[in-house]
């Protein structure tokens, strides 16, 4: 090796040299490895567009969930004349009755009465909704007319009663076996045909399956739903001035939260929605990482109480159900929940919004706290900052390493749907007092860009990083490592056992030469006896 031969031989002023420049260069070359090292520890994860782009055919049409602006027909129940009457004058029933109702108004609306209610509430609700065949009125899918009734499965929300299409039946999406035994939504007997939210479509599957996917791009290739709504049964006072549907687009596997994200279609109007899908798959590589490195849980890491699949919705839905039974001893009408779970009732409508708050609150308290000192927090910040950690932690609700979700672009116009029934010469006494929307719902393109999570560094990059600053700063490669570990040890060796065989060599040879002393001297006495 001639770096050592310098360092070891030579005059003082090189060798003093070239061991400062040694050491120099050993410096920078670890720091910058222990940089590699702490980013690659930190972060391993990197995400990527991938190399090809992604046909809409590979994945479902999304999840469409409907529901009207109307909570309570007023031919049914005129909820605005019993808000207005005195709460004194109304019979037990009537309270009831108005509590119930109120459980998907504004919340400002009734914030007291009884704390808890049972299934007989969500009945109610039910009766008192758009029915099915009032609402729906007219869907046609991929250009070809089809009953609604098949295509579309009652879903009941926050919202009250809804109509979802494309979603995964109760069997593939809850356990059963952990819900109360009130529940028959989604009861729709589709079963999907092999697809899964990880692994997608098997590839021998014909295009016509379950969950539906679509077929390309624009109209033709989407789905249209003429709503309606009868003026009579408009209320004004439970959900505000805006009558129409709200519209949620979401993955097959997950259950619907209206309120979070949606979109309006107002009466009189078309709304024209063009879809993008947002895709995020994971490679292999990570399944070895810890799921809080990688950020995210295969389908095997994460089990929960009420779904048999896991996304980051469905978690936080569960989440949100316990946090929600832990703070106020019952939970939402909406929310999954087992035989032992009280339903909340108007006397608890705060309390459940609070604990929806806390909850939305925790994360950004927990961002805050990391950039700010414990010496600058007060005690209460402290507690609170410490409770709403706990939160989230027992949630543990990261995003799962397969995902779809659905971005959507809306326009809209008006829609003269009169003009439309005289030019068709329609009998407008089939239609009394009756209002119309119409909905349009395609894929955009007919292909879109998946976005991809894979190793910042594998075990290979990582080596090439550490092999190419040891080249660069020390001249190191991997013979150098075997040189190195020759010289320290078969050549140690070697020296080793020299040396001791030198030493006996010597000790023997003076034995010799003492012995051939000792002789010469006995003959010489022998001679001088003589």
Not at 75 to 82: A, L, P
Not at 193 to 217: A, I
Not at 441 to 461: A, C
Request: negative net charge.
């Amino acid at each position: 090796m001639d770096f050592v031969k310098k360092v070891t031989e030579g005059p003082k002023h090189d060798r003093i040299w070239w061991s400062v420049m040694f050491g120099l260069s050993v410096a920078a070359c670890s720091h910058l490895i222990l940089q590699v090292w702490v980013k690659w520890n930190q972060s391993p994860v990197i995400v990527s567009f991938a190399e090809t782009s992604t046909p809409v055919w590979q994945v479902p049409f999304p999840a469409i969930t409907i529901c009207s602006e109307t909570k309570a027909r007023q031919s049914i129940y005129n909820f605005t004349e019993i808000y207005h009457r005195d709460y004194d004058n109304l019979t037990e029933q009537e309270i009831l009755d108005y509590e119930a109702i109120s459980l998907v108004c504004e919340n400002h609306l009734l914030q007291t009465g009884n704390k808890f209610t049972d299934h007989k509430t969500i009945d109610l609700l039910k009766n008192v909704a758009p029915q099915f065949e009032e609402m729906m009125w007219h869907c046609k899918w991929k250009s070809k007319i089809e009953n609604c009734s098949k295509i579309f499965s009652p879903v009941m929300t926050e919202e009250g009663l809804c109509f979802s299409f494309n979603m995964l039946d109760a069997e593939e999406l809850f356990r059963k076996e952990m819900m109360h035994k009130e529940y028959h939504y989604l009861d729709h007997g589709r079963k999907s045909e092999g697809w899964t939210l990880d692994r997608g479509y098997p590839k021998n599957l014909p295009l016509d399956t379950y969950p539906v996917r679509g077929t390309g791009s624009g109209a033709k290739a989407g789905l249209v739903i003429l709503l309606r709504a009868y003026n009579y049964d408009l209320d004004y006072l439970c959900r505000g001035p805006v009558q129409g549907f709200k519209i949620l687009l979401h993955s097959p596997t997950e259950v619907p939260r209206v309120s979070q994200q949606y979109f309006r279609v107002p009466l009189s109007q078309e709304v024209i929605a063009a879809i993008k899908p947002n895709m995020m798959t994971t490679s292999e590589g990570l399944k070895d990482y810890d799921p809080e490195r990688r950020q995210c849980f295969f389908p095997y890491e994460r089990k929960l109480k009420f779904f048999k699949v896991y996304t980051q919705r469905n978690c936080e839905l569960e989440c949100l159900t316990n946090y929600t039974m832990l703070q106020c001893s019952c939970v939402t009408f909406s929310m999954p929940r087992d035989p032992s779970m009280p339903i909340c009732s108007a006397g608890s409508v705060k309390c459940a919004a609070d604990a929806q708050d806390e909850l939305l609150t925790q994360e950004i308290v927990s961002g805050l706290s990391e950039t700010k000192p414990d010496s600058e927090e007060d005690a209460e910040t402290k507690e609170l900052r410490e409770g709403l950690q706990n939160i989230a932690k027992q949630c543990n609700c990261l995003p799962a390493c397969t995902s779809i979700n659905y971005d959507v672009e809306v326009s809209q116009a008006d829609f003269n749907w009169q003009k439309l029934f005289i030019a068709f010469k329609a009998n407008f006494s089939e239609l009394p007092d009756v209002n119309m929307a119409r909905m349009v719902l395609f894929f955009k393109e007919s292909q879109f860009i998946t976005s991809r999570r894979s190793e910042l560094y594998g075990q290979t990059d990582f080596l090439a990083n550490c092999g190419g600053l040891l080249g660069l700063f020390l001249g190191f490669s991997i013979l150098s490592l075997i040189e190195i570990v020759y010289f320290i040890t078969l050549r140690a060796f070697c020296n080793l056992k020299s040396k001791i065989s030198g030493k006996k060599t010597k000790s023997q040879d003076h034995r010799n030469d003492t012995d051939h002393i000792d002789v010469f001297n006995k003959s010489r006495r022998s001679n001088f006896e003589k």
